[in-house]
Structure formats: C-alpha cells, structure tokens
C-alpha cells in the first residue's frame, strides 16, 4: 500500500496505527460500511471559520453532523461556519473527502466530538481520498493538540 503523508508522520512520531484502503465509496457512512467498522467509531475532519476569521478544525463520527453553536462555544468564538470547498485546498492542502486532522499545512485548533473516548481507536483520513487511519485518541494527541469536546446535534 502506498503511504500518504498522514502515515510518514505516525511513522516519524513512532505513533502505532492502522491503515485501510478503499475505492468507488462517496460518503463517511459507506467508508465505515466497507471497512466493516461502526459508524460511530469513523471520523470525518471539517474545517471552518470562526467570526475572528481563525481557522478551526473538528472531527465527528461520520453518522452525525457537527453543531455549529457548540463548536464555536468550544474554541471561545462567537460563532463559526463551514469554510467554502474551493478554500479547502489552499488552506489545508487537503482535497474534499481526503481531509485529515494531521500533516495540514498549518496547525489549526483541533477538537473531537467526546464520543471518541468511546472507543480504543478512532477511524480518519489518511489524508488521501480512498485512505483511512486508525489511531488511538491519546495517540493522536502526540501528534497534533487535540481536545475533546461535545460538538455533535443532538
């Protein structure tokens, strides 16, 4: 398998992971499908903006939808939203669908819906369309700064 960059960095930092391959699936919910994994435990990476124009980046389970409100209320901004696709590039260096919380051109403020402390290991983007990562939380927490917080709709 080829590696991303994602996996040069768990390599480099001596990060244990586990590594999935896929192809011709199009939302977070069938990759969790064809990796035989529960929904709850894959996570897809969004990026957004906050009113002080700062850049955040939140992870949540792929079945569920981020909460606006309580992001913002997690990072201290007044409010966020959704950065545009086109910005997603130039921004992160991440393609739509290939959008990993590591190996991002910056490092950005980075939370975790709480529900990851649920599991082991959490599921994400290996920073490549078609390529996933599984990581334990405190593990990826070596790697770039990440906190957890209840971000998810109800």
Do not use: W
Request: hydrophobic share 40%; proline share 4%.
């Amino acid at each position: 398998m080829e590696k991303t960059n994602v996996m040069r960095v768990l390599d480099q930092k001596k990060v244990a992971y586990k590594s999935y391959t896929y192809s011709d699936v199009i939302s977070g919910i069938e990759v969790a499908e064809v990796l035989g994994e529960n929904p709850e435990q894959v996570f897809k990476t969004l990026v957004t903006i906050g009113a002080s124009k700062k850049n955040y980046v939140f992870m949540v389970p792929v079945c569920k939808e981020l909460d606006l409100k309580k992001a913002a209320k997690a990072v201290g901004e007044k409010s966020i939203q959704m950065i545009k696709a086109k910005e997603l590039l130039p921004l992160t260096g991440y393609v739509h669908g290939g959008c990993s919380p590591i190996g991002m051109k910056k490092l950005f403020t980075t939370t975790v819906d709480e529900s990851a402390v649920n599991f082991e290991t959490i599921i994400f983007s290996a920073g490549k369309i078609g390529y996933q990562v599984e990581v334990a939380l405190p593990d990826l927490q070596k790697v770039i700064p990440v906190k957890t917080a209840d971000i998810c709709e109800e």
